[in-house]
């Protein structure tokens, strides 16, 4: 009676086949969520820049926001923002998706939500 002695090659390719997939997928996700903290950066830059503030027109705010996150190479539709005023400012409240392409014709979609209040 022969005892076993180590993996099967069928269990070995297996084995690595799931290490790719596991590979790839944080491959793809990890840089979604690199963006996301980015536009965190952006949303408490337009402040303290004093270029946005509780006097800015909606209109504006869209257009730098839009014109950052262009400048950073960040690919995400300002479609979706909400910009309300309330009485001590402006609010920006924006969800919005982000997409990266997994395998073949497999995306990976993550879901963000932002929200800054600007007050000066």
Known sequence: MKTQQGMSSVTFLS?????VILLRGLL?????????MEVGIILD??????KVGN????RDVRAELARRLS?????????GVVITRE??????DWTYEN??????NIDVVLTFHQRKEFTK
């Open 15 to 19: 084995l690595i086949l799931v290490g």
């Open 55 to 58: 006097t800015t027109s909606v």
């Open 71 to 79: 400048s950073n190479d960040i690919r995400v539709s300002v479609d």
């Open 99 to 104: 997409r990266g392409h997994f395998l073949g």
């Open 87 to 92: 009485r001590g400012g402006v609010v920006l």
């Open 45 to 50: 830059n337009l402040e303290e820049s004093g």
């Open 28 to 36: 793809v996700i990890v840089p979604i969520y690199f963006d996301d």
